[in-house]
């Protein structure tokens, strides 16, 4: 029962999320409060992002939307990522816990959907199968790391 708490656990959150209007979720007042300076906005002045057709940058929507953008983004990927990863824990198959995951990011788009003042994006769903594969994929490389470690070990002796 252990490892499905995980999973229940982020299932909750991203249905909660994703049935919230943008202002709900905005982070920008609170961007606003903690930087107040803008201290990252030299560096990230120069940096502009093409997203599926758009450019995305400080010049075109402004510091605390552009941090926003990539705190929302990040999330994405990290929060499909844990997903994968809580599969995974139950499944111990990556393909399995991998088509889950991409399941899981649909169905939340469509939530969304059906939320006022949220849209859709395919998209996001891609940024989620990144993140689905991107942690999958180090949970390999580390089980290969170890699985070899030991290998080499009995080799020694």
Do not use: C
Not at 50 to 55: A, E, K, M
Request: net charge positive; proline share 3%.
């Amino acid at each position: 029962m252990k490892k499905y708490i995980l999973f229940i656990l982020i299932l909750i959150a991203i249905f909660y999320s994703s049935g919230q209007t943008y202002e709900e979720q905005s982070l920008i007042p609170d961007l606003k409060r903690w930087l107040p300076e803008k201290p990252f906005n030299g560096v990230l002045a120069s940096l502009q992002i093409s997203y599926w057709g758009q450019i995305v940058s400080i010049e075109e929507r402004g510091y605390y939307q552009f941090i926003e953008f990539l705190i929302r983004k990040s999330a994405h990927i990290v929060t499909f990522g844990v997903v994968a990863v809580s599969i995974f824990i139950i499944t111990k198959r990556y393909l399995l816990s991998f088509i889950i995951t991409v399941g899981i990011a649909a169905i939340d788009e469509y939530h969304q959907s059906l939320t006022g003042g949220r849209t859709p994006s395919i998209q996001d769903v891609f940024l989620d199968t990144f993140g689905a594969f991107l942690a999958l994929f180090i949970i390999y490389l580390i089980r290969y790391f170890q699985l070899h470690k030991k290998s080499r070990l009995f080799k020694q002796t």
